[in-house]
């Protein structure tokens, strides 16, 4: 038995930006990404390598969360398509109407509510399959048993992967993005700090804290390091804030029990209702595992 938790906001922009037709529906609404994200979650339950029992989709509504408290910078709904940004509502109902769960997450984010699923039924699964390809959500592969799956590119990373790609292990993930920076986020990162050499700074010590001011100490010997020792000694506590924002949340308000997440197939009339009103009939007869 797997879980797969899916990141909602990822599919839904995914959707939103792709180059397949758009959808209005009756009223004129433009939900192109809602009936997109519908198209992409039936491909996933109707994929028999996947083989979905249990299931969870996260959601950010709104792009906002705590972390905007702690750092004005953060990712937020400014810069929002306001067409995309009037379906964060509607693609919930849509997967609801789908039978599958849905995460709405509000102080915290959708990344939050997957680590938090992830962390919280592992080891009562075979697997936890993450889908999404953001790297934040690197973090918290374990082994075998969680793992990233990035379907755009048929590609699946567990620990022995993200390791060899990345020279660290997958808890580092925050310490590296606090060097580095994550455009996505809003997370500055420090300056001089590339993949390459945080990438090497990281692998050698794993921590921030492990790293030494000195760099006549450091193990490693990345391009520019004298110049990045020194970055590193007058920034370090801005390293460690933007270390705590890219650290994903285990605690998130998510389901509490892996029964809630069993998929028992798509509600017939529920379903065929909402096709009917945004105007999506041919998925109407799509779906191939209804409710009993």
């Not at 397949?20 to 198209?39: I, N």
């Not at 979650?41 to 249990?54: F, G, M, Q, Y």
């Not at 792009?63 to 408290?69: A, G």
């Not at 592992?122 to 390809?133: F, H, S």
Request: hydrophobic share 40%; proline share 6%.
């Amino acid at each position: 038995m797997r879980l797969h938790l899916v990141d909602g906001t990822y599919e839904l922009y995914r959707a939103h930006f792709s180059p397949r037709p758009g959808h209005a529906s009756p009223t004129g609404q433009d939900l192109k990404a809602t009936v997109g994200v519908v198209a992409s979650l039936l491909s996933l339950l109707h994929d028999p390598a996947e083989d979905v029992t249990h299931l969870a989709i996260a959601f950010d509504n709104p792009i906002r969360s705590f972390r905007n408290d702690l750092f004005p910078p953060y990712k937020s709904d400014e810069g929002v398509p306001p067409e995309l940004r009037v379906q964060f509502d509607t693609v919930e109902d849509a997967v609801r109407a789908l039978g599958v769960t849905v995460w709405s997450m509000r102080e915290h984010e959708a990344d939050d509510g997957l680590a938090t699923g992830a962390f919280r039924f592992r080891d009562q699964v075979e697997q936890v399959r993450i889908m999404t390809p953001d790297k934040d959500l690197g973090q918290c592969i374990v082994g075998t048993r969680v793992v990233q799956v990035d379907r755009r590119q048929q590609k699946v990373t567990d620990e022995a992967a993200f390791r060899a790609r990345r020279g660290f292990p997958p808890r580092s993930m925050p310490d590296y993005l606090a060097l580095t920076g994550d455009t996505a986020d809003g997370i500055p990162g420090l300056r001089g700090f590339g993949e390459k050499g945080a990438g090497m700074l990281i692998g050698a010590y794993e921590r921030l804290e492990a790293i030494p001011d000195d760099v006549s100490e450091w193990r490693v010997s990345p391009r520019g390091a004298a110049q990045l020792a020194a970055t590193l000694a007058a920034g370090r506590a801005e390293a460690l804030l933007y270390r705590h924002l890219a650290t994903l949340v285990e605690t998130a308000d998510v389901s509490t029990s892996l029964d809630e997440l069993r998929f028992q197939g798509v509600p017939r009339a529920r379903f065929e209702d909402w096709c009917r009103t945004v105007g999506a009939t041919t998925l109407a007869t799509t779906p191939r595992r209804w409710q009993a």
